[in-house]
């Protein structure tokens, strides 16, 4: 799989340190991505739990409604 660099958005090969084109680092450390692998996780937990609560909030409107008819 090529790597496209971030700075001049050149293709290079898998495996690559530094870009062929304009000699940037292109190289991702693997603490960063944990850390990103980490947030995502977290990201995802949160969307989940948004969801829940809307729909909850959604329910009690619904229930609040059928009390006010």
């Not at 995802?44 to 409107?61: F, H, P, T, V």
Request: with cysteine; charged share 30%.
């Amino acid at each position: 799989m090529a790597l496209t660099c971030l700075f001049c958005a050149a293709d290079n090969p898998a495996g690559v340190l530094v870009c062929g084109n304009c000699s940037r680092d292109i190289a991702v450390p693997g603490s960063l991505i944990e850390e990103r692998d980490e947030l995502v996780r977290r990201r995802n937990a949160m969307k989940e739990q948004l969801a829940d609560a809307r729909q909850e909030l959604e329910s009690l409107r619904r229930r609040r409604q059928r009390q006010a008819s």
